[in-house]
């Protein structure tokens, strides 16, 4: 599995981004995927996921309300709506899948996750 992230960049406080993630494979339906980001000096955090049906999604405290996590499934793409950016959303954004998903909290453990992305950056001017 290749995850191709994309859709980063420069953008004020207060504005919008999409990131999309394309995923290869023929089974994309069947795997959860999320958005981790990392920021400098710091360790790379959970932000939202989605389960593989797209019925399901979860965030971190810090963006909910403000990201939407969606998917397309015949398209393999993934994607996290970024509304009303902050600076410290400043990160380098990576999407991650994960073929099985189980258990408390699943979706915010690094370790639930199989495949990551190269990521992409997104800075948020004040």
């Known amino acids: 599995v290749q995850l191709q992230a994309s859709g980063g960049g420069l953008v004020q406080a207060g504005g919008s981004l999409r990131l999309s993630c394309a995923a290869s494979g023929r089974t994309f339906s069947s795997y959860a995927m999320g958005w981790f980001r990392q920021a400098p000096g710091r360790e790379r955090e959970f932000v939202a996921a989605?389960?593989?049906?797209?019925?399901?999604?979860y965030y971190a405290d810090s963006v909910k309300g403000r990201f939407t996590i969606s998917r397309d499934n015949a398209k393999n793409t993934v994607y996290l709506q970024m509304n009303s950016l902050k600076p410290e959303d400043t990160a380098v954004y990576y999407c991650t899948l994960a073929r099985v998903a189980y258990g408390t909290s699943w979706y915010s453990r690094m370790q639930t996750y199989d495949y990551w992305g190269q990521g992409t950056e997104v800075t948020v001017s004040s």
């Open positions: 989605i389960s593989g049906s797209g019925g399901n999604t």
